[in-house]
């Protein structure tokens, strides 16, 4: 198994502010993921976040609005940059050791954008 | 990825038995079916996968068609923990975990 903490939990911004967001992983991963979920939604996948190299964003999603960073094995960060009130979501940080293991989700980061 | 179709919402009682079904018609053979919950207000969480055998865990039974077309994730008993909405995914060895909008489950006491 694997134990998610994000930071923050949750947060209030300003719009046209950023947010960074940390996901740290008790053990190495492979495969770390992006997801957010808005008020009353389903989730939906931002990107994945590789080791070493570049992420790689879904549909929808751009480099620019949500820079991801993946340092090591144990940890990655999302940022949310220049911030709207759409961008009130809660965002996921999930990991993986493969594609036929469990996923295991952190708690979330409530984001709200006023 | 494959498209799914599960009701929105059910309702069980507690201590009763609850099947939930999802419809995958459009699978690929090598597609294997997850299954994933999220209780109010936390991250979503795993419950079974298999792809074609029926699969049993300590949490549920997932019995899947012969045709692979559909599945139905079983709970033995219902708990009041139960309550969440339950993600029917299937998924490649290429695929990420794509989520639909599930089926709302709700327990009576």
Same mark, same amino acid.
């Given at each position: 198994s694997a134990v998610i903490s994000q930071k923050p939990s949750r947060d209030i911004c300003q719009r046209g502010t950023s947010l960074t967001i940390q996901c740290q992983v008790d053990s190495q991963v492979t495969m770390m993921f992006w997801y957010r979920q808005q008020p009353g939604q389903s989730l939906t996948l931002i990107a994945t976040a590789n080791q070493g190299s570049e992420a790689t964003y879904e549909s929808g999603f751009v480099i620019d609005k949500f820079p991801i960073s993946r340092p090591n094995l144990t940890f990655s960060t999302l940022t949310v940059s220049?911030? &709207?009130?759409?961008? &009130?979501s809660i965002y996921l940080c999930s990991v993986e050791s493969g594609v036929y293991t469990e996923a295991f989700f952190g708690q979330g980061t409530r984001l709200t954008v006023v | 990825d494959a498209k799914t179709t599960q009701p929105n919402s059910m309702e069980s009682n507690e201590e009763e038995p609850v099947h939930l079904p999802c419809n995958?018609?459009?699978?690929?053979?090598t597609d294997y079916i997850h299954w994933y919950r999220q209780l109010p207000s936390q991250g979503p969480e795993y419950v079974i996968h298999g792809l074609t055998s029926n699969v049993n865990n300590r949490m549920a039974s997932l019995a899947i068609a012969e045709d692979r077309k559909s599945s139905t994730l079983i709970l033995h008993r219902a708990t009041l923990r139960d309550a969440a909405v339950y993600y029917c995914i299937p998924r490649g060895s290429q695929g990420n975990l794509i989520f639909g909008k599930g089926t709302k489950l709700s327990v009576k006491p």
């Open positions: 220049n911030m &709207s009130p759409e961008d &009130s | 995958h018609s459009t699978i690929s053979g």
